[in-house]
């Protein structure tokens, strides 16, 4: 999907590779699933922060992109988060493994951001490239 002249272009999901050291192998599933999910998003954040007016910062304790200071992408607990709006909002949750984010873990979700997991992930390139057209029209900060 291209909005804006800003396409997250699927290579950037499908051609990584993780680190290839043999102990790599020994690690938890769980652990992997963490590193190969964070490795995505760093490659996502990485190539929309090239873009004029979008930049990588901290927020509530994790890492997101922002554009013109309006935060637009999330990652957390090896999931992606995503700030929607409309149809989009209501196409993302109905994933299977959709939620609405919680960045506090205590049951006050916040009703615009979607996360979803890395099951998702060949998917999150395209989501990002929504939240960042929807972000966009929202005032700088």
Request: hydrophobic content about 50%; cysteine-free; proline content about 6%.
């Amino acid at each position: 999907m291209k909005v804006l002249g800003v396409h997250v272009a699927r290579e950037v999901l499908l051609t990584h590779t993780l680190p290839q050291s043999p102990l790599f192998g020994y690690l938890p599933r769980f652990v992997r699933g963490w590193l190969d999910s964070r490795f995505v998003f760093d490659r996502i954040a990485d190539h929309l922060a090239a873009q004029p007016n979008i930049k990588r910062v901290m927020l509530f304790g994790v890492p997101n992109v922002a554009v013109n200071g309006n935060v637009f992408i999330a990652y957390q607990h090896g999931a992606m988060v995503f700030k929607l709006s409309g149809a989009a909002h209501a196409q993302a949750l109905a994933l299977p493994d959709a939620r609405l984010w919680d960045p506090s873990d205590k049951g006050r979700p916040m009703r615009e951001w979607v996360q979803l997991s890395l099951a998702s992930r060949d998917q999150w390139a395209d989501w990002a490239d929504e939240a960042l057209a929807y972000v966009s029209t929202l005032p700088a900060k």
